[in-house]
């Protein structure tokens, strides 16, 4: 369902491994430019919006963590993808946290690559579209403004929420009375944490609840049905 050739974005100074991802990429059908450095990173996205970057965590000068602090700032809908070695585990837990979407470690599989770029640029287009598409809800005395990403309680109170915890409830609320699985829920936050697996919905989902719920342990917006899901109960408008 991807409506237009999506752009990728290589930057990795060393010649010969860039050159190998974007031949990758380009047989795969995708737009693809490279970059040696943050600055050439910048001349380039200046130009021509980026769906999805790949970025090298070390590079010499501004290295791939700074850059991806630096991306991320200016949005949350490009993907990020970090390109680590072996050795970087700790760098690569600090790129998570600094809004990267996903790592991975050199030497490349080929296949496992293209099939995270796939998958990540299909949430990551899942998550825009949604976003454009849809305005205002009210449930409760809540209003949940998605394209302003502004949660308000009935004290007209703006209650702050995480990118993923904004992805998930947003998710909730544009099916209200249907069971969402953990999986489908998943698809819909970009921002996984480095370990995703069954526990990161519910671990959000918790978090959710004492946000908006009256009384976290008898939930009334958001429903457990177990052994399937979450459901969000509360009428929606
Ligand atoms: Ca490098």
């Known amino acids: 369902m991807e409506s237009a050739i999506s752009h990728i974005l290589i930057v990795e100074d060393e010649p010969v491994t860039r050159m190998k991802l974007a031949g990758y990429f380009e047989q795969a059908g995708y ?7 943050g600055v050439e990173m910048r001349k380039i996205l200046t130009r021509s919006e980026a769906d999805l970057l790949l970025l090298d965590i070390n590079l010499p000068g501004e290295d791939g963590l700074i850059l991806t602090r630096e991306v991320r700032s200016q949005s949350d809908e490009v993907g990020i993808i970090l390109v680590t070695g072996r050795t970087d585990e700790i760098d690569r837990i600090i790129g998570l946290e600094m809004g990267a979407d996903d790592y991975v470690t050199k030497p490349f599989n080929q296949r496992e690559l293209l099939a995270r770029v796939k998958n990540l640029l299909r949430r990551t287009q899942a998550v825009r579209e949604a976003r454009r598409s849809d305005a205002r809800f009210r449930f409760a005395d809540w209003t949940f403004d998605i394209p302003r990403r502004r949660l308000m309680s009935p004290d007209d109170e703006r209650v702050e929420l995480t990118r993923a915890e904004y992805e998930l409830l947003a998710a909730l ?25 069954d526990r ?4 959000l989902v918790r978090r959710l609840r004492q946000k908006i719920e009256p009384d976290p342990k008898k939930p009334e917006f958001i429903s457990t049905a177990h ?6 109960t509360a009428e929606v408008s």
């Open 31 to 37: 737009r693809v430019s490279e970059a040696e450095n």
């Open 173 to 197: 609320v544009r099916h209200p009375g249907q069971v969402m699985s953990r999986d489908r829920l998943l698809d819909n936050v970009t921002h996984r944490s480095w370990e995703p697996n």
């Open 200 to 203: 990161t919905i519910d671990v």
């Open 227 to 232: 052994g399937e899901g979450y459901v969000f």
